[in-house]
């Protein structure tokens, strides 16, 4: 069955692999950055707030593709040689990140008011406060909206390759052009990012519950 | 009464309100509220709801801003100082620090749900004090087993019914060995079989002699246990004084309609 597929797996997996690693790198960097930005506009003055407001709307309200764009166009003309990857990455973190930092802002709003009167009435600090009560309860908020994001992520590196980047889907439409046996490739391609994806969505519940304060 | 408040009577003041004003938008809530309580003293404040009597408790720890008045805990002064006639706000750390003499316990617990009863407990003591794990953990158990709470240290707060919740939360806020402990309504949310463990609690703090505020809807509790009950309503003090006198004899037409409405649900 699928004979086009099984000769060319082998090549899609290895496009799987570069897949991987830069959804990894973005999810990662994306996550990390995103989550400062959200803290920060937490516990910062007015001017930071209003930044990382800027910040998250104009990037939600751009196609992660013309970000790409932007990222791989914008590079060279301020004089920085990247090459098709790390444009990608960079690009990608910063539209993650925007994205984290929001549900961040987010988690840390949902942290009821009275936690922060008790925390405040035992005589805490800002940052004591920030680091011992806010963040630990808004951690465990942030899991799934960082799970939607990171899902949505490592599928928009498909577009990845729009810049030249190789990757599956830029590998799966190579294979296409030569065999033109597409169903059987895109079953394949569908496959392989099902299975990227579903360990996380496992990963991230099995996170929740170690997190919950009840056990 | 207890012989630890006959002797404060004469004692030092802990809390001194003057004059205290405060508005959310264009409703004052606070229309001048003047309220002395000395070392070891336990005042009860009644009230209908929209009184401003919760709203005068959280003035005391700066947890509600205040636009005239002044308030000293120790001596020292709550949220704002005025020097040279102009009234500035302290610093956040100011507020912090002298927040560490003054407990509180929340109509709604608030216990820190990531943190097991023992860590609740030891929090203050030492991520505020900066006191050593071993001795805070001492501390902790020792509030834990007064409020018989003990068997329970190592289980997290969700686990725990409310009036237990209520408990630990006594035990987090005696654990800064405060000046005064405020109580906000603190047995209204819970179910009315647990309303007694709560309150006897507070009773055996009182009769220890600690300085307490408490704002509650208990009259039982007012009756036995309060050296002076203040009677708020609409934003202002309407009868205060002992409660054997002005529970009995009530001089005011509110006052007196807030009793008989509330004598049926006397404990």
Not at chain 1, 106 to 119: D, H, M
Request: net charge positive; charged share 20%.
């Amino acid at each position: 069955m699928f004979p086009v597929l099984q000769s060319s797996l082998p090549y899609l997996l290895q496009g799987a692999v570069y897949t991987i690693v830069l959804s990894a790198i973005v999810v990662v960097f994306g996550t990390i950055l995103g989550v400062g930005v959200g803290v920060l506009a937490a516990v910062g003055g007015k001017a930071l707030r209003a930044a990382v407001t800027a910040y998250i709307f104009v990037f939600r309200g751009i196609p992660v593709l013309v970000v790409m764009f932007l990222g791989f166009y914008s590079f060279p003309a301020m004089g920085l040689r990247l090459d098709a990857y790390t444009a990608v990455a960079v690009s990608m973190i910063v539209y993650v990140a925007a994205f984290v930092a929001e549900a961040t802002r987010g988690a840390i709003a949902a942290v009821p008011a009275g936690q922060l009167e008790a925390a405040k009435s035992l005589g805490m600090r800002k940052g004591m406060m920030m680091r011992e009560i806010i963040l630990p309860q808004a951690m465990r908020l942030l899991i799934a909206p960082v799970l939607n994001i990171s899902l949505m992520a490592i599928k928009q590196t498909s577009y990845a390759s729009i810049v030249g980047a190789w990757e599956l889907s830029f590998a799966a439409r190579e294979v296409v052009e030569r065999t033109l046996a597409a169903f059987q490739i895109f079953l394949g391609v569908m496959i392989i990012y099902f299975v990227i994806c579903y360990p996380l969505s496992l990963a991230a519940r099995a996170l929740e519950k170690r997190l919950a304060f009840d056990h | 009464m207890n012989p630890a408040a006959d002797l404060a009577s004469r004692g030092e003041e802990i809390v001194a309100i003057n004059g205290l004003r405060k508005s959310f938008g264009a409703i004052e809530v606070l229309k001048g509220i003047d309220i002395s309580v000395k070392r070891g003293e336990v005042v009860v404040v009644l009230g209908p709801s929209g009184s401003g009597k919760s709203t005068m408790l959280r003035c005391v720890n700066f947890l509600e801003t205040f636009e005239q008045g002044a308030i000293t805990v120790n001596g020292r002064p709550v949220g704002y100082k005025t020097t040279g006639g102009v009234r500035k706000p302290v610093s956040e750390l100011e507020n912090a620090r002298l927040r560490e003499h003054v407990g509180m316990v929340f109509q709604s617990y608030n216990l820190f749900p990531h943190r097991t009863v023992l860590q609740n407990v030891m929090m203050g003591p030492v991520k505020v004090k900066g006191m050593n794990a071993a001795k805070a953990r001492d501390l902790a158990m020792r509030l834990l087993g007064k409020v018989g709470m003990d068997h329970k240290a190592d289980a997290y707060p969700g686990r725990l019914s409310g009036g237990q919740q209520q408990r630990v939360a006594i035990a987090r806020a005696l654990a800064m060995e405060p000046s005064v402990m405020l109580f906000d309504e603190v047995t209204s949310a819970l179910d009315p079989e647990l309303v007694g463990e709560v309150l006897k609690v507070m009773r055996e703090l009182a009769e220890e002699g600690m300085t307490m505020i408490v704002v509650t809807h208990e009259m039982g509790f007012a009756r036995s246990v309060a050296d002076r009950v203040i009677f708020m309503d609409g934003g202002v003090v309407v009868e205060a004084g002992p409660p054997a006198d002005i529970m009995a004899n009530p001089k005011t037409d509110r006052f007196r309609g807030f009793l008989s409405r509330h004598l049926s649900e006397d404990g």
